[in-house]
């Protein structure tokens, strides 16, 4: 559910789902060190640096879990994404993140705690970029920038993703993602992502 998805607190009443801006995220130095909170609208309108997290998901045979975002997505609407996630909450661990975002996005429930790959913040450098929903990268207008924690889990049972997260899902091989990679419009900050998981997994650095 990265940059964009609605999610539905206990706290709330089922018929009031909270509106994806309203939103509380912690906002993170470079250092990746707390410093505030803002709502998410005001974290993306002034490009605050905040927390998201990356799963990769992969099932029984080893095919990675591949899908096509919602048109309406706040950010990198219609693209292609190897990942699935979303924004940590206030308060919210990286690691609990990873859990919630990929049951809620998969449909599943009793997946395995994602594990815990590495950090990374986006854009490199942490240079917000251009902003405004014309720029080449899709991000909100004000930019922005964000410290995106990857984690893999293994997906071995029937998923039903979100219809209003997910317009298109299919697991495919590795060789089919590689020969996507130039076809498809993908997220730029998952696409970072897959980069640096293939060269850690090839025996290069991080």
Same mark, same amino acid.
């Given at each position: 559910m990265r940059a964009g998805g609605a999610r539905t607190r206990s706290a709330v009443p089922l018929s009031a789902p909270v509106d994806p801006a309203e939103e509380i995220l912690d906002v993170v130095d470079a250092h990746d060190r =707390? =410093?505030?909170? #803002?709502?998410r609208g005001e974290v993306y309108a002034r490009g605050l640096r905040h927390r998201c997290v990356f799963v990769q998901v992969r099932d029984a045979e080893g095919r990675l879990f591949v899908h096509r975002r919602t048109p309406g997505k706040l950010v990198f609407p219609s693209m292609y994404d190897m990942f699935v996630g979303g924004v940590v909450? #206030?308060?919210?661990?990286?690691?609990? #993140? %990873?859990?919630?975002? #990929?049951? *809620? *996005?998969? $449909? =599943? %429930? $009793?997946?395995p705690r994602p594990v815990p790959l590495f950090r990374f913040l986006y854009p490199p450098g942490g240079d917000p970029g251009p902003g405004g929903p014309g720029s080449p990268r899709g991000v909100p207008e004000g930019g922005g920038t964000w410290w995106s924690a990857v984690y893999e889990v293994r997906c071995e049972l029937p998923v039903h993703p979100q219809a209003e997260e997910v317009a298109w899902h299919a697991f495919l091989t590795e060789a089919e993602v590689e020969r996507r990679l130039g076809e498809w419009p993908w997220v730029p900050d998952g696409l970072a992502a897959y980069r640096r998981l293939k060269d850690l997994r090839s025996g290069g650095r991080e």
């Open positions: =707390v =410093v505030g909170q #803002a709502p909450g #206030a308060g919210e661990s990286y690691d609990d #993140a %990873a859990l919630r975002e #990929a049951e *809620e *996005e998969l $449909g =599943v %429930a $009793g997946l």
